[in-house]
């Protein structure tokens, strides 16, 4: 996969796991950039942080990874926004589907609830895995659009 850059934030419950997430894709070559939070103590608030990796992702080759401490909040949080497509995982083979079904470009994740293994084990598979397309083109390029009825 041709990753040009990887966004990176999350609340103070996912500060600690975010410093191992940089240090995973940094060792994999990849430029990472960190849009906070800076620091474990003060209480912020998850959409702020979504709102700054959603914001900053611009190309089809820019992805993000957001963390808080259930990943819950700041997944949906992030799915608000109709170009990003934010997978809430809690192993690797969720985040292998997601890439390969969903073609998802920003890897989420609660840090109260996995640990620091299944951490690496999902950033790897999610930063090597490649879409598919085929068969899950068409039902990708409907999760852009209004589905109302």
Known sequence: MNISKIYIASDHAGYEA????????????????DLGTDNAKNSVDYPDFAALVANSIKSNDEFGVLICGSGIGISIAAN??????????HNSTLARLSREHNDANVLCFG???????VIKDMVEVFFTTEFSGGRHQKRVEKLGVCQCS
């Open 111 to 117: 840090a109260r609830v996995v640990g620091a293994e």
């Open 18 to 33: 975010k410093m191992q997430v940089k240090s995973i894709l940094e060792n994999m070559g990849v430029l990472v950039i």
């Open 80 to 89: 608000r926004f109709s170009h990003i497509r934010c997978a809430l995982c």
